[in-house]
């Protein structure tokens, strides 16, 4: 088989669920951020397993991630939409019975139009400037909006995950002067606003990363292992080069294992040359380019050649392989391809 093989925990999907559940009082509710197919590790195994551990809102980037979420999680648990209602949603929202987040004054206008009476949450901007209605619009049309009945009024941390930033406090102002006196179910923290403190909880949190095992959450169990198949090995003569444009040259004989995942499986190009893998317990530096389907790995030290290197496991975190590739886990994750092989494992009840 030359295909890599992803492992997807859902038992620590679900422990980490309950420990950032446990993190806030008990009359918050913890929802869970399911988009980009639960950040690329299947939302059809994940949302489920989320759901038995006790979520019952989710919360996904676009109304047609929510339709197929609704076909695979049924009727019952509440689906909200980042993006709001956009012009061509309206049939999904209603026939698939989303929620979602209105971002600005034009999709107020035409969720209230096309859908009056369907459930709906507001976003406020409350200094991400990214999503959401800022002060001044929020003050001029609250009073309509308050009247049709929004279920939640939500904004969203831009620093969460540095603690010492000042615009973490900032925001939390912000969002208690908009939404103060409302009376209203209301939502501030992701997985780093958790981490924040309680003043951060409000009535419902919306952790994404620290469920898949990331970072800002220490404490996360890990959740994805991915193990690539050595295909072939080879001795390469010192002055001998390796791979696309011949970016690592051999100083002395090496032994070279030419491993089956690439770029296209999510194993980033800006991991060449950079990316560390496990042989057991011993380290392997990768050497010369990610190809599209093939990486190549020094393994000239070993001295035994297991069927299987470890990119992601216990040696190695979807944070430690974030920073060799100088991005974030969040990234590591959503771009782990539909090419490799998947394996979930679930505790039987
Ligand atoms: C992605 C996202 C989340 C989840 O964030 P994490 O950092 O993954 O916990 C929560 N709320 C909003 C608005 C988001 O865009």
Redesign the pocket.
Known sequence: MATSTLSIDLDAIQANWRALDRVSASGVQTAA?V?ADA?GLGAERVAPALARAGARRF?V?AAEEGAGLRAILGPGPQIAV?SGHMPGDTGLIRDADLTPMLNSVDQATRHLETLPGHAFGV?LDSGMNR?GLEEGEWEAVAPFLLEAGPELL?S?LAC??DPAHPLNAEQLETFLRMTEGTGLPRSLA???GILLGPQYHFDLT??????YG?LPFAGAAPVVGLGLPVIQTRMVRPGEAVGYSCTWVARKPSLIATAAAGYADGVIRSLSGKATVYAGDVPCPVVGRVSMDLITVDVTHLTAMPAMLELIGPHQSIDTLADAAGTIS?EILTRLAGRLTRFYHEAKA
Not at 206 to 211: A, Q
Request: positive net charge; proline residues 4%.
């Open positions: 951020v988009k950040y919360f980037a980042l976003q999503l939500m969203h969460a995950d992701a997985t780093g919306r952790p994404g990363i620290g469920l990331g969040y």
